[in-house]
């Protein structure tokens, strides 16, 4: 081969196998001496874990998170994960001290909950995965809905009728009501 710069691009995926390498190399042949042109693309059989499903549910005060995780072929042992939570574009927190553990364990699948009650109401939160081998799933967002504040507004009704007759004024308000107050 003539002297110069040869670039080589990889397939992402070849036989079954992902790249685990750059996508692009590059080699540089000299003039004088003999030289290896070589490019070591490396593929790795597809070993890490897949989220099969992940729902978030809200209230005001809590966020759930739950997910299923399908066990590769050849892992003996569930696979764990801690909770990140962000608000809007903010710093990702870490909110797990150890990992989820696992809720229910089946033949090929994992399932799991996380509930973050260290939320506020009417908030955008992001969330987002970490396994124990440093991979990140997500993010998934979840609002929490605004508070409901309630006030109370006394009813006064007027009675009509032998009954009002026997009660009299002194009775004070017939009813009462409660209604939802924007926050």
């Known amino acids: 081969m003539l002297p110069g710069v040869y670039t080589a691009t990889a397939p992402a995926t070849h036989s079954g196998y ?6 692009v190399l590059t080699c540089q042949l000299t003039i004088g001496q003999p030289q290896y042109l070589g490019f070591d693309f490396g593929y790795a059989a597809p070993t890490g874990v897949l989220l099969a499903q992940v729902v978030l549910e809200s209230a ?43 809720l229910k364990i089946a033949v090929a699948s994992v399932e799991y909950a996380y509930r973050d009650e260290s939320v506020l109401p009417g908030v955008r939160y992001s969330y987002r995965l970490a396994g124990a081998d440093g991979a990140f799933y997500g993010p998934w967002e979840a609002t929490t809905p605004p508070a409901v504040r309630r006030s109370y507004l006394p009813w006064l009704a007027t009675e009509v009728g032998p009954q009002a007759a026997r009660r009299g004024p002194a009775a004070g308000p017939v009813g009462r009501v409660y209604l939802p107050l924007a926050p």
């Open 60 to 102: 005001p005060h809590a966020v759930r998170l739950g997910w299923t995780a399908m066990l590769p072929a050849g892992i003996p042992t569930a696979p764990s994960f801690d909770v990140w939570r962000a608000i809007k574009s903010g710093e990702w927190i870490k909110l797990t001290a150890e990992p989820v553990p696992p």
């Open 18 to 23: 992902l790249l685990s390498s750059s996508l």
